[in-house]
């Protein structure tokens, strides 16, 4: 059975950072390129970041480039998006997604506000 459980969402105040985790199982974790995307209320879910299958390619929205950090460890079959310098529009629920050929999966998704 597939699964993709993300963690590590919470409350934080602006110019605070969080580190998001997904732990993957059921498939072979290190074959599929990774991405976290994120939806705020009323708005279309959107890419933030995404790592290729070996992690040595990752790209991310312009919103976000120089403040957030995609990696993955094979080994413990994890993602991470490390989150700094936080801002109130990053305020959203952000789902992990692995791809691989036809195969497509993703995480119920962990609710991150930014907030004073």
């Known amino acids: 059975q597939v699964q993709l459980v993300e963690s590590g969402g919470g409350l934080v105040q602006p110019g605070g950072s969080l580190r998001l985790s997904c732990a993957a199982s059921?498939?072979?974790?290190?074959?599929?390129?990774m991405r976290w995307h994120r939806q705020a209320p009323g708005k279309e879910r959107e890419l933030v970041a995404a790592i290729s299958s070996a992690g040595g390619t990752t790209n991310y929205a312009d919103s976000v480039k120089g403040r957030f950090t995609i990696s993955r460890d094979i080994a413990k079959r994890t993602l991470y998006l490390q989150m700094n310098s936080l801002k109130p529009e990053d305020t959203a629920v952000y789902y992990c997604n692995a791809r691989w050929a036809s195969y497509d999966y993703w995480g119920q998704g962990t609710q991150v506000t930014v907030s004073s």
């Open positions: 059921g498939f072979t974790f290190s074959a599929y390129a």
